[in-house]
């Protein structure tokens, strides 16, 4: 038995041996080939899909047709939003899990517009302003449509001819149609919100234009998953990639990217390099990253012969008016596989966790973002405990909160260490959407209570409807409501400039 230990040994320590051992090379692969991101740590995208209910009791909604006050209370149901990747830890981001919305809030969470307007008021030069708005949103909206007319029409005729199939021609067909019917989607919620704009009669003050910002997106690399990057089974099937990005009105998409080779092994991961910027975005701006994949046939013809012959087949398809053929395709092929929120806070060199991650992807993406700063003040949190009257069963009564108020916007948690635990905020008091010109205290025919203060506010719930709400809060001591006061006033000074 010694003697077989030491000859193992020996073996082992033998120079020919180290100089061909598979464990040394790959060794010196990781040493000197390893992504500088390598070391990033992988987290779960601090940004919400949507903001927590906002604060505040209904005094009147806004709906398309009709003004009306209402007292009745929106039915609430709990969903829950988890990960499904292989990497990804079993809880689930701790941002998004178990979060309660009412259904207006979830049509809302669907349309991926953020939180922020930029209503303006209706006098004048205003209203002028208006009207052009409704004028360009019409034409890019009928720009859309004619987009998808002439996508569908191209993918129409590859699905007629088999040598269109999978080839870069359809591809790109797909990838247009997709992004042409975002962008429609996109502009008719932005209509709505602008014709409810029109029967605002106190609407909110105008957004000061040096608080909008911009975001770059200049790097997106998606990790695959572990069994697609061996190729062992499906050898002649293979996955088209595109990443389609939302913020407001604004939907842009990547280029198609397709992972059609013959090698052994897969690569690991999708590159994006595509330099992508959104401009005039609010203050709590959002970005809904999604990914999308498409399963192409590895055997295709030559793309320049297709792209020939699908350049004259579709003109001669147009000519014809054959928008409205019933072989016409209405919908893009690509699936979404995975999707992620983006804001201020996951600016930089960033590796996140993937939400609804499916094959083929792994469930984590690195993203390389820069934004615009904000001023100071706005940056800087101002914290302590606020008391807010709430109706609950008909019942008024006052709950204590820890409440922050950092970029525009109170978040209420029950307890300082729920905010230090990254929990999600209880509600929320967007100062962008209050209609005051400067937040008073509250006189004694609304409240009896010391230290009382009210905030109006216009809150939209869905692209068609807006709510009225009235925060009614209490600081504990007269100096302490005098130093809430100074900061949300500020805040509103620079909001509005």
Known sequence: MHSSQESLEKTASSPE????????????????????????????????????????????VYKSNELAIESSKSLNRTFTLKPVATSTPLDGSPVIGNRVLTSVS???????????????????AETQQSEMDFKTLRHVMLVQEDQIAQASVALAHCKKTNSFNG?????????????????????????????MCQLIKRPIPRLSKYMRGAIDLTSINVYLNRNFCVRNTDENVSYAFVVLLKANEQVEATQTVSLMDSRALRVSKVHFS???????????????LEIYALKVSEDRRSDEYSCNMLKNKAKSLLAKKAYGNESVVGCSEFTCCGHICLNRDTVGIQKFYLDGAVYPLEGTI???????????????????????????????SWARYWAVLRRGIVHF?????????????????DLSKCIDKKINRASHEICSRPNAFTVDLLVPTSPSLIEKKRVLLAADTKKLCNAWLNAMNETLEILRG
Request: hydrophobic share 35%; proline share 6%.
């Open 106 to 124: 979830e049509t809302l969470n669907h349309s991926e517009i953020s939180s922020i307007s930029s209503w303006t008021t209706k006098d004048g």
């Open 167 to 195: 080839t870069l021609v359809e591809l790109s067909a797909q990838r247009s149609l997709l992004l042409a019917r975002e962008r429609l989607l996109a502009l008719q919620n932005q209509m709505e919100r602008l014709k």
């Open 17 to 60: 041996r180290a100089n061909y051992s598979l464990s040394l090379y790959r060794d010196l692969q990781k040493k000197y080939h390893s992504s500088p991101t390598s070391s990033i740590p992988i987290r779960f995208s601090p940004a919400a899909y949507s903001q927590p209910p906002c604060a505040g009791e209904r005094l009147a």
């Open 274 to 288: 595509d330099q992508i910027r959104f401009k005039n975005l609010p203050v709590d701006f959002t970005v809904m």
């Open 413 to 429: 948690w029950k307890y300082p260490n729920d905010e230090a635990c990254e929990k999600p905020a209880l509600a929320c008091m």
């Open 366 to 396: 690195e993203i390389d973002s820069r934004c615009t700063k904000l001023p100071p003040v706005i940056e800087t949190d101002f914290r302590g405990f606020l008391t807010m009257y709430q109706v609950i069963s008909g019942l008024g």
